[in-house]
């Protein structure tokens, strides 16, 4: 219904464009979720939205524990999946690198979302082998680009715990992995259309970092660099194909970057929104 309302060509089991599978790459699927369902309906609209071409996996775990969560990862990447989106996310702990081997996976790129929570870090955000991604209010303007954009207040950002910080992080209030990468529309207030009849009502409104992550992984997957890209090293050598996100704060750190938008690098945008593909 979503493809077909705005003119996209039918993704369908059928024809070879949709495949479904569990954590093991079976057909035995887990109880339905009322909940996960509409993540499942937005993350699959978003990416046609982005990447009408795509192929599309959708790997349903078992249960959102971490470990199931990731073995759902490994499993899209063993089916060959170039780009794994993941819109979940849970709070830090001391442990958590015990997980960080699930999104680890050179020449293919996971994206995540950086929480819809404000001012805070997150896994698998915070894994530096993973493009975090973080969180815009998008709005029409009358400058040349046609739309304007800042934080939205929502996205989560931060400085991680636990994790070491990547070389190609230069940032220096953090000396540990800063969160996020890039960002894109999060803002339910600005939201996107989404189509879900399980247990809903068919057209729905949703925003959310869970709306930012399928569409920079659909990004990556129209430049098709995912065999060549390290991780998410690229979009910083190669910010020219970024928006620069320069206002608003997501939360209270003392005014700086890693909450508060800032000309250049900041935590709750980290290097701005896809100008096109030539970042990705």
């Not at 569990?22 to 499942?40: A, C, V």
């Not at 293919?108 to 993973?130: C, E």
């Not at 207030?189 to 729905?204: E, M, N, Q, R």
Request: aromatic share 10%; hydrophobic share 30%.
């Amino acid at each position: 219904m979503y493809r077909s309302t705005f003119g996209l060509s039918p993704c369908t089991t059928a024809n070879g464009c949709f495949r479904k599978v569990n954590q093991s790459g079976g057909i035995t699927y887990p109880p339905s979720d009322i909940g996960w369902s509409q993540e499942i309906s937005l993350d699959l609209d978003m990416v046609s939205a982005i990447c009408p071409k795509c192929h599309i996996l959708l790997v349903e775990a078992n249960d959102n524990s971490f470990n199931n969560l990731g073995n759902a990862v490994n499993e899209a990447v063993k089916l060959q999946a170039n780009e794994v989106s993941n819109s979940y996310g849970g709070s830090e702990f001391s442990s958590e690198t015990s997980f960080a081997s699930f999104y680890n996976h050179p020449g293919h790129v996971i994206t995540a979302s950086s929480g819809d929570s404000g001012y805070g870090s997150q896994i698998p955000a915070a894994f530096n082998t993973v493009t975090s991604v973080g969180g815009t209010t998008l709005n029409r303007a009358s400058n040349a680009r046609g739309w304007s954009e800042q934080v939205w207040s929502g996205a989560g950002s931060g400085c991680s715990g636990f994790i070491a910080k990547p070389g190609w992080q230069t940032d220096t209030g953090c000396k540990k992995r800063t969160i996020s990468d890039v960002s894109a529309d999060a803002n339910p207030s600005t939201g996107v259309a989404v189509y879900d009849t399980f247990h809903k009502s068919g057209w729905l409104v949703f925003g959310g970092t869970s709306v930012s992550s399928p569409i920079i992984a659909s990004v990556y997957a129209l430049a098709g660099n995912a065999g060549s890209v390290t991780s998410v090293s690229y979009p910083y050598s190669h910010r020219t194909g970024l928006f620069d996100v320069t206002s608003g704060s997501n939360g209270s750190c003392g005014g700086s970057y890693l909450c508060t938008a800032k000309v250049g690098y900041d935590g709750p945008t980290g290097l701005g929104t896809p100008k096109g593909t030539s970042s990705f």
